[in-house]
């Protein structure tokens, strides 16, 4: 029998990757294209046909070398039936079966889910939340999203839209939110916030590593910054966490790189603000697999959808 | 073989309900004590052992027509080894095995949990939450407590301390809260809060009963009162839907008493706060079971637990 790998494919508002992986989930090839610069439906459709048919062709494989294609995707998606509902940042994508287009034009399987719900799938099963049963998986970026990881097993909700930890409010009453709500947990954390809250205070604009390094030097409004986006974090946590009576928390995106000095504040937060039966036993972990997981994720779940 | 009844047990601060209940969960004779008046430990367990035997006697049974004893109690239990970790309003129940004093003093069988969760069970079974896989049963009164279904299936949690609706903070800062947090959803909807609400604005006392026959007559204050609690309760469930893509809440409990003034509510601020996908897919409806919510949980935790 051939030997078998799979494709995985992290479509972003910025990056779209694409990768070969084997079936132990390493990452053997992979190709990383702009997504702005491909536009539209077709554009990309397009692109996520030729990237997989070369990479396939410059490892010397043929298709009934690959298992299936799985792809993460940055908005709603109806998991079982292919459909993106839409995305809020890429235009041209409303309801639209992507499945159905992308496994006439590949003759291969494709499976389709939202992006941060592979993440988490990747973190249970071979990162940071792999020993526990009971996990809210966080990734902090310009959005806040999450998968959450209920008895072991992706928990989905009635339409596949569970776990939008940024959108649980942080206030009766607060900044608008691009949902269509107010108070939303992301409009205080969002990389957005943050970089406006930094050009406030440092009076000039400032990036998210340099307030990372500023901190780590133990610069006073760095410090001050991180010290608020973690105590807003954590005390939205302290909710989720007196609601499911979580066994880990775990972190990743970009804004997790800032460190200790986030992550201590959140823990503080819970202690203060959770329930003390549910906040001594749940632990707040940094993600382990970085910007990998939604390849890794994308392939985790070919090959669990894929057994009988 | 003998016909089997079911003990079923509700504890609360204010009354101590013992039942007797056939397979199919009708309540066959029911006794009420003042929890108060029976005081420590000695005294509550002492009188549940007498109202077990006289309900028994009373119906002409005998112990081999007893499947077992189920209990509702009013705090963090660990239902596996029949644990009470403590009772927020009953002073003397320590981290107490009282699974195994009533086994011994009963030579029945006796199944302890939280009372919201067998209130959720209750209503998942024969109730409100019937045809749902994923619902958040809720209880307004004194405390907010909460179960939740998932997947069709009671949710724990790490240590059956899940559901803790009541202590979702639901801003970044607010009054202190009993559980040792603060702004925490109770302290802006417990009863005690609501209470104090009235008086202020009515300038009297005025209990909970008034207030919702006040606004049934469209008075205005009572009116503002209502809207006002619902808005808040609101908010926090968009919290949990947006979490959760619930497919339902179910709403119990005194304060659910008030009706479609505070239901209505809840649902405008849900639409408002939640993001679309979740909230037009969620149901808010009132609890079906009552009272006896608990005495039929207690009798279904018997029953699935003693299935093998």
């Known amino acids: 029998m051939a030997k078998k790998f799979i494709i995985g494919i992290d479509l972003g508002g910025t990056n779209l990757k694409i ?14 294209l702009s997504t702005r610069r491909l536009g539209n439906k077709k554009g990309l459709t397009t692109a996520i046909v030729s990237a997989i048919n070369s990479i396939i062709e410059n490892n010397k494989l043929s298709k009934s070398n690959i298992l299936g294609v799985g792809m993460g995707l940055p908005g709603p998606i109806d998991a079982e039936r292919g459909i993106v ?34 993440m988490a799938l990747a973190e249970h099963r071979l ?10 998986c966080l990734t902090l970026g310009t959005g806040v999203g999450g998968g959450l990881i209920i008895g072991g097993r992706l928990y989905r909700g009635f339409n596949n839209a569970s776990a939008e930890v940024g959108h649980i409010p942080l206030n009766e009453k607060g900044p608008a939110c691009n949902c269509g709500g107010s108070a939303c947990l992301e409009a205080y954390i969002g990389n957005n916030r943050i970089t406006k809250y930094a ?13 990372s390094a500023k901190a780590k030097n133990n610069d006073t409004l760095a410090l001050r910054i991180w010290h608020r986006i973690g105590e807003q ?10 609601l499911l009576n979580l ?20 823990s503080q937060a819970l202690k203060e603000r959770a329930m003390s039966v549910q906040s001594k036993h749940v632990k707040v972990l ?15 779940a070919v090959r669990e959808r894929m057994r009988p």
């Open 19 to 32: 990768a070969l992986l084997d079936l132990k989930y390493k990452i053997r090839d992979k190709e990383v």
């Open 85 to 118: 509902h839409f995305f809020p940042n890429i235009p041209g994508f409303r309801e639209v079966n992507l499945k159905n287009i992308l496994e006439k034009k590949l003759r291969m399987r494709v499976f389709l889910d939202n992006d941060a719900k592979l």
């Open 127 to 136: 990162g940071s939340a792999r020993s526990f049963k009971n996990v809210l």
């Open 199 to 211: 050009r406030r205070l440092f009076k000039r604009g400032i990036s998210l590593e340099e307030l």
């Open 233 to 242: 974090l954590g005390i939205a946590l302290a909710g989720v966490v007196n």
């Open 247 to 266: 066994d880990a928390i775990v972190i990743g995106g970009g804004v997790a790189n800032a460190g200790p000095v986030l992550f201590d504040k959140v």
């Open 286 to 300: 940094q993600a382990a697999l970085g910007s990998n997981a939604g390849l890794i994720g994308a392939a985790i």
